[in-house]
């Protein structure tokens, strides 16, 4: 069987391959699809994606985490051989109950991210607060890093 030449369907143009073109959109349909999504691993394990900022100033490096709904006693703050750790649980029931019907919903998933640190970090003065749904945690820097900052002079050439 011999490939017909048609006016394209998808506006490409007359005089190009429709099955080419089709299996071209297929391809593109398929390789959009799941853009913007955990792998699928991520799913089966219930993991949930911590959104993290972390900033340094002078004194110390902060590390701010977004995790509405969950609570203080959840969260898991470690610092183990330069490395910071943030993880814990998020656990949601829904329960209502109507004259003509009842809703019981539950989700659950776990989140956890590691950083390292730089190596001027006072792990002695850490602190982490939870307001809000954001977790703040301040690394102190040792005071010989604060000491190290020093300004340096751009000289026109």
Do not use: W
Request: glycine letters at 8%; charged letters at 35%; a neutral charge.
């Amino acid at each position: 069987m011999t490939r017909q030449f048609l006016p394209d369907l998808f506006g490409r143009g007359a005089g190009h391959d429709v099955f080419s073109n089709l299996q071209r959109e297929v391809d593109r349909v398929f390789s959009d699809f799941g853009r913007g999504m955990p792998a699928m691993g991520e799913f089966r394990r219930g993991a949930l994606a911590l959104k993290v900022n972390v900033s340094e100033t002078d004194k110390a490096v902060e590390v701010y985490a977004e995790i509405p709904g969950v609570d203080a006693k959840d969260i898991d703050v470690q610092l183990r051989d330069g490395i910071l750790t943030i993880k814990g649980e998020k656990k949601e029931e829904r329960d209502e109950s109507r004259k003509d019907y009842h809703v019981l919903e539950r989700s659950y998933g776990s989140f956890e991210r590691s950083f390292a640190l730089p190596a001027d970090v006072d792990a002695g003065k850490v602190e982490a607060a939870f307001d809000k749904g954001v977790l703040k945690v301040t690394l102190p820097k040792l005071p010989a890093a604060q000491a190290k900052v020093q300004k340096i002079e751009v000289k026109p050439a």
